[in-house]
């Protein structure tokens, strides 16, 4: 079946490091995208997202790029501190029997030492 | 903000039983609730979406028995897992979807339910 799945399931840097986080999405047809931030027991929290139309998107901190050439998708993440040490999904809108859905990929651990 | 409160955050439950988990929003209409399950190390799983009035629909592999969906309500949707099993434990998340949001896809997650069933 498709999936929205990671290039690494984790990373380790450095504080004050820039953390690259990528997505590999199957679904053409997709047409928004989230990079959630989840810490342990707790639900996701919405860091930046993205339309299909949009090829970059800043935030503070935080850039997430789209390639819809290559079905990639990246959260940059500026000067890392510890306190962003988490694990991240990317999740893709995509349509379902319902309407539409967010499916989440594998999730990446970063993992951010000072 | 948009809010979404989970309840409860953790539950103990005996093998056999029932468990209800609700989830509402707060401060807005959701005409579409989601849950999903999520076990250890790994992503969240799409179970089932939810109109407001409307059956559920169940993700391939969700057996609708045992996963009982309820939104009755703009602001209220219930997961209930029948006759719960030590297999049935996880943590399951609910997110409801306020299309009057700006932008249009405005998701907003829960905190989350630990089940552990014994």
């Known amino acids: 079946g498709e999936n929205v799945g990671l290039h690494l399931p984790t990373l380790s840097v450095q504080e004050g490091d820039n953390s690259i986080i990528n997505c590999a999405y199957s679904?053409?047809?997709?047409?928004?995208f989230i990079w959630y931030k989840q810490e342990s027991g707790k639900g996701p929290q919405f860091i930046i997202d993205?339309?299909?139309?949009?090829d970059k998107r800043q935030g503070q901190r935080v850039t997430v790029l789209l390639n819809k050439t290559v079905k990639h998708l990246s959260l940059q993440i500026a000067a890392t501190q510890p306190g962003d040490s988490a694990v991240y999904f990317c999740?893709?809108?995509?349509?379902?029997?319902?309407?539409?859905?967010?499916?989440f990929g594998k999730g990446t651990t970063l993992s951010v030492s000072s | 903000g948009a809010v979404v409160s989970q309840h409860p955050s953790r539950v103990i439950c005996k093998s056999g039983t029932s468990v209800k988990i609700e989830c509402r929003s707060l401060?807005?209409?959701?005409?579409?609730m989601f849950w999903y399950r999520q076990f250890p190390k790994q992503s969240l799983m799409l179970m089932a979406t939810?109109?407001?009035?409307?059956?559920?629909?169940?993700e391939q592999g969700v057996e609708k028995d045992k996963f009982l969906i309820n939104h009755a309500s703009l602001t209220l949707s219930t997961l209930t897992v029948t006759s719960a099993h030590p297999e049935d434990s996880s943590f399951y998340i609910c997110?409801?979807?306020?299309?009057?949001?700006?932008?249009?896809?405005?998701?907003?997650f829960g905190s989350g339910t630990r089940l552990t069933v014994v």
């Open positions: 401060d807005f209409q959701a005409t579409t």
């Open positions: 679904n053409s047809a997709s047409d928004y």
């Open positions: 997110s409801a979807r306020d299309v009057g949001r700006n932008p249009a896809y405005g998701y907003t």
């Open positions: 939810s109109n407001e009035g409307s059956k559920a629909t169940y």
């Open positions: 993205i339309r299909s139309n949009m």
């Open positions: 999740a893709e809108n995509r349509a379902n029997q319902a309407g539409t859905a967010l499916i």
